[in-house]
């Protein structure tokens, strides 16, 4: 017996991880080779009404988003992990941004987001500081393959500005 069974099992092991390691390589190579496409978006919201808490002053609005993520979804794309941002300016900072919704698409949700009238999920806090101007909120979004790069894209066609109303 030139072999025990041990090392035979080794050999079978070794060759079925090398053979699955270049695979994944090689899936992750075409996450290079993704072209991007312009994703139809909008993103408008509600009036803002100020609530006073214990925090300070709070902005509260609604947002409609309307998004077509059809052409993005080929066979290495898991879910898409949608997010919208508001940067505003405060006397402490002058650039802040935070997340105030967010959504992830998997590959078995329908391909097209429709979110109307959805309250913030993260509310804009700012405790020690009023939020100073407008507040841009930004529609994002981050393609995560089941292996491979992840990309962040902003939609700049689904930005919208809104203006604070001032405090009493």
Not at 127 to 133: D, L, N, V
Request: aromatic fraction near 10%; charged fraction near 15%.
């Amino acid at each position: 017996m030139l072999h025990s069974n041990l090392a035979r099992a080794n050999t079978v092991f070794t060759f079925f991880t090398t053979c699955l390691s270049i695979t994944v390589c090689l899936i992750a190579a075409t996450s290079f080779l993704y072209h991007e496409h312009p994703i139809p978006a909008t993103l408008t919201t509600s009036e803002v009404v100020i609530r006073k808490t214990h925090f300070g002053e709070i902005p509260d609005f609604s947002i409609n988003v309307e998004a077509d993520f059809s052409k993005v979804f080929h066979w290495n794309v898991k879910q898409v992990f949608v997010y919208v941002t508001a940067e505003y300016q405060t006397g402490a900072h002058p650039t802040n941004q935070v997340v105030i919704w967010d959504r992830i698409v998997r590959e078995s949700d329908p391909r097209v987001l429709r979110v109307e009238g959805m309250g913030l999920k993260y509310p804009l806090i700012e405790p020690f500081a009023p939020i100073i101007g407008p507040v841009t909120l930004r529609l994002s979004y981050c393609l995560c393959p089941h292996s491979g790069v992840h990309y962040n894209r902003h939609m700049d066609a689904a930005t919208t500005t809104l203006a604070m109303p001032q405090g009493e």
